[in-house]
Structures are given as structure tokens and as C-alpha cells.
């Protein structure tokens, strides 16, 4: 009795279900809404960086589509449209440089000595112990840009043969790793000055340092906006020479 | 709102076509940030409405590469084997380039210079 009925409506679900992976709303859905979780669970966490909303966001999706076993490119397909957006939001990184540009032209010279030199640092540590280690070339290439904020980072690994997937993740680990332990290290070195901490912290963990700079320090958060963005320009125009 | 995005997105435009047009290894969007920074700084002044657009997006940049990211499932077969290492080298890079960015600019900062809000470390948290 229940044969027929039931039948129909596991069609009904199966084509429903087919329309919904077809389509990008599924795709859209998923990574909005395990944004959205992640970013109240970083809240509920005080701002933790160990509670990191993208980290967060990229295991639930992650988790999801594999136990509803949607394959990543399809995925990707769905999800392109805020992928896309990467672009966009980079040029929008200009407004919280101008906001800092003031600042850094106080500075300028040392800020930008500074920057040249945890810029270099920052690739010549991680490719220099690649190599030491014998990683191979498609895990070793992600490390040029890690230091820079993911969206340029991207954008950069596209032109030098990097995965952009693995950059973004390197990216990520290196911000969360950077807002965890930077005031050990700088208290260690006694770094006292707000700026000279803050710029630090921009300049080597990139958006993640810099949200943790401001949940610290305003005056740390404003340079490490300054040190984020100035790593951007930077880092897209000689990751290309170097690499 | 709009009239902020298409600001922005004009922006976009030109870098794309400057970084094609010349085949440079800078990317589109990069080179449209340096246009947008520079008129930013040359009119010294900002359209609230850009503004608005902007600061949603920088706000939210995490979510903009979540797709991306998530393609690391593709990747697990040689993080199983590397991962450690990989983990390894980005702990030691950030941890240096801090260092290093950190040092070069108290050593270069003149120390007569007042350093406003320099507080002792302790009280960060």
C-alpha cells in the first residue's frame, strides 16, 4: 500500500535533489551559512584566534559535502560566485590603506624598511626550509605568498604556478598561527611601542594578525591595517620576480 | 550602495585590462587597488557610499575564500604525508618575519622619539 506513495515522493526528493545540486543556491547556502556559524562561534569564543570563523567555516563545509557526497568541483561550481568576489575586495583594500596613509607618512621610511625586510623574510624562511626539507614543488610554490592576505594571495599564486587552494590555506594558518603567538614574541624581544607591534603583526599575519591587533590596540590595529596592505602591493609586485 | 560598488568595480575593470594590456605578472585587482589608493590620496577625500561597499567587503574577507580553501580536500593524500612539515615551516616563517619586522623598526626608530601608548606588554590582555 505504502509502495507506490513512497516511491513517488523518493522521486520527487531525488529530482529536488538533483535541481538543488545543479544549482548554485545549494553551493551558497552551505558557505554562508557555515560563515555564519563560524563567526558565532568565534564571538561566543571572545575572539579567540584558536576559534577562527574562516577555519571554522572551511571544516564545515567541508564535513557537509563529503557526507552528502557532493564532489568539490561541483561545489566550486556553486560557490564561484563569492569566489569572484576576491577581486573586488582587493581593490576595496585601498579605503583602510588611505585611512592609514596619514599614518604611514609619519613613518614612511622606517615602515617601509621594515616591511621590505619581513616581506623578504617571510618568503626566504618558509621557501629556504621547503627546500632544506625536500618538500615537493607543488607544496613548496603556496609558500611565496602565504604572508600576503589571501585575496592577493590568490591572485598571485594563479600567475606564479601555486595552487590557489593550498595559498589560501597556508594564508590562513599562517594569520591564525601569527595572532596566537606574536605578543609571546614581541613581549619576549620587549617590543613595547602599540605601532612597532601592531605594524609587525600586519606585515607578517596578514588580516587575522590585524583583526587581533584591533581587538587588542587601536593604534596596533590601525598600522597592522597599514602593514596588511602595504604587504599586498608588495608582496603582488615581487612574488613574480622571485619566484 | 550601488553607485559605491560600481565605483569599485570600475576600479576592478581598469586593473584588468591595464594587467592584460601589458601582460603584467601584477594581477588585475591589485593594480585597481593602487588606482583606487591613489585618487583616494590625491582627493584626499572619501564618498561615503564607497566607503559603505568597502568596508563591507574588507570586513568579510574570510568568507570570499572559503570556496577556495575547501578544495584542501583535494590535497589531503600529500598533507597526510607532508602535513607536519608544512605546519612546521609556517610556524618558524611567521614567527621570524614578526621578529624580524619588529626589530628593524625599533632599531631604526630614533630613541628620542615619544612612543605614545607604550605600555607594558602584560597589559595586553
Same mark, same amino acid.
Given at each position: 500500500? &505504502?509502495?507506490?506513495?513512497?516511491?513517488?515522493?523518493q522521486?520527487?526528493l531525488?529530482?529536488?535533489?538533483?535541481?538543488?545540486?545543479?544549482?548554485?543556491?545549494?553551493?551558497?547556502?552551505?558557505?554562508?551559512?557555515?560563515? %555564519?556559524?563560524?563567526?558565532?562561534?568565534?564571538?561566543?569564543?571572545?575572539?579567540?584566534?584558536?576559534?577562527?570563523?574562516?577555519?571554522?567555516?572551511?571544516?564545515?563545509?567541508?564535513? &557537509?559535502?563529503?557526507?552528502?557526497?557532493?564532489?568539490?568541483?561541483?561545489?566550486f /561550481?556553486? *560557490? %564561484?560566485?563569492?569566489?569572484?568576489?576576491?577581486?573586488?575586495?582587493?581593490?576595496?583594500?585601498?579605503?583602510?590603506?588611505?585611512?592609514?596613509?596619514?599614518?604611514f607618512?609619519?613613518r614612511?621610511?622606517?615602515l617601509?624598511?621594515?616591511?621590505?625586510?619581513?616581506?623578504?623574510?617571510?618568503?626566504?624562511?618558509?621557501?629556504?626550509?621547503? %627546500?632544506l626539507?625536500?618538500?615537493? *614543488? /607543488?607544496?613548496?610554490?603556496?609558500?611565496?605568498?602565504k604572508?600576503?592576505?589571501?585575496?592577493?594571495?590568490?591572485?598571485?599564486? /594563479?600567475?606564479?604556478g601555486?595552487?590557489?587552494?593550498?595559498?589560501?590555506?597556508?594564508?590562513?594558518?599562517?594569520g591564525?598561527?601569527g595572532?596566537?603567538?606574536?605578543?609571546?614574541?614581541?613581549?619576549?624581544?620587549?617590543?613595547?611601542?602599540?605601532?612597532?607591534?601592531?605594524?609587525?603583526?600586519?606585515?607578517?599575519?596578514?588580516?587575522?594578525? &590585524?583583526?587581533? *591587533?584591533?581587538?587588542?590596540s587601536? /593604534?596596533?590595529?590601525?598600522? *597592522?591595517?597599514?602593514?596588511?596592505?602595504?604587504?599586498?602591493i608588495?608582496?603582488?609586485?615581487?612574488?613574480?620576480?622571485?619566484? | 550602495?550601488?553607485?559605491?560598488?560600481?565605483?569599485i568595480?570600475?576600479f576592478?575593470?581598469?586593473?584588468?585590462?591595464?594587467?592584460?594590456a601589458?601582460?603584467?605578472?601584477?594581477? +588585475?585587482?591589485?593594480i +585597481?587597488m593602487?588606482?583606487?589608493?591613489?585618487?583616494l590620496v590625491?582627493?584626499?577625500?572619501?564618498?561615503?557610499?564607497?566607503?559603505?561597499?568597502?568596508?563591507?567587503?574588507?570586513?568579510?574577507? +574570510?568568507?570570499?575564500?572559503?570556496?577556495?580553501?575547501?578544495?584542501?580536500?583535494?590535497?589531503?593524500?600529500?598533507?597526510?604525508?607532508?602535513?607536519?612539515?608544512?605546519?612546521?615551516?609556517?610556524?618558524?616563517?611567521?614567527?621570524?618575519?614578526?621578529?624580524i619586522?619588529?626589530?628593524?623598526?625599533?632599531?631604526?626608530?630614533?630613541?628620542?622619539?615619544?612612543d605614545?601608548?607604550?605600555?607594558s606588554?602584560?597589559?595586553?590582555?
Open positions: 500500500m &505504502t509502495g507506490p506513495i513512497s516511491t513517488l515522493s522521486i520527487e531525488g529530482e529536488i535533489w538533483v535541481y538543488l545540486t545543479g544549482s548554485p543556491l545549494l553551493s551558497l547556502i552551505l558557505t554562508l551559512a557555515a560563515y %555564519q556559524v563560524g563567526l558565532m562561534i568565534y564571538e561566543r569564543a571572545n575572539k579567540n584566534p584558536f576559534a577562527n570563523p574562516v577555519a571554522i567555516a572551511i571544516a564545515i563545509v567541508i564535513a &557537509t559535502i563529503s557526507v552528502i557526497g557532493l564532489p568539490y568541483a561541483k561545489y /561550481e556553486g *560557490a %564561484q560566485f563569492i569566489h569572484f568576489l576576491l577581486g573586488t575586495a582587493t581593490v576595496a583594500l585601498a579605503v583602510p590603506i588611505y585611512r592609514g596613509w596619514q599614518l607618512r609619519q614612511a621610511a622606517i617601509s624598511a621594515a616591511l621590505i625586510i619581513g616581506g623578504l623574510g617571510s618568503i626566504f624562511s618558509a621557501i629556504g626550509l621547503a %627546500q626539507i625536500g618538500l615537493p *614543488a /607543488e607544496l613548496t610554490l603556496p609558500f611565496f605568498a604572508s600576503v592576505t589571501a585575496p592577493i594571495a590568490m591572485g598571485v599564486a /594563479e600567475n606564479i601555486a595552487s590557489p587552494t593550498l595559498t589560501a590555506v597556508y594564508a590562513v594558518t599562517t591564525i598561527t595572532a596566537i603567538i606574536a605578543r609571546y614574541i614581541l613581549d619576549w624581544l620587549r617590543i613595547r611601542a602599540w605601532w612597532q607591534r601592531g605594524f609587525a603583526i600586519g606585515v607578517a599575519a596578514h588580516g587575522i594578525g &590585524t583583526s587581533r *591587533a584591533f581587538s587588542v587601536a /593604534e596596533a590595529g590601525a598600522f *597592522a591595517s597599514i602593514g596588511m596592505g602595504l604587504h599586498g608588495l608582496g603582488a609586485m615581487l612574488i613574480p620576480w622571485l619566484s | 550602495m550601488i553607485r559605491g560598488l560600481v565605483f568595480l570600475l576592478q575593470g581598469m586593473g584588468e585590462i591595464i594587467s592584460k601589458l601582460s603584467l605578472p601584477i594581477p +588585475g585587482p591589485v +585597481g593602487v588606482l583606487l589608493l591613489s585618487v590625491i582627493r584626499d577625500q572619501l564618498d561615503p557610499d564607497v566607503e559603505r561597499v568597502a568596508g563591507a567587503f574588507t570586513q568579510n574577507l +574570510g568568507l570570499l575564500f572559503i570556496p577556495a580553501a575547501v578544495g584542501v580536500v583535494m590535497f589531503i593524500p600529500a598533507l597526510r604525508v607532508h602535513g607536519l612539515s608544512i605546519a612546521a615551516i609556517l610556524l618558524a616563517s611567521v614567527a621570524l618575519s614578526i621578529a619586522t619588529a626589530i628593524t623598526l625599533r632599531l631604526l626608530t630614533p630613541p628620542s622619539s615619544t605614545h601608548a607604550a605600555p606588554p602584560e597589559s595586553e590582555e
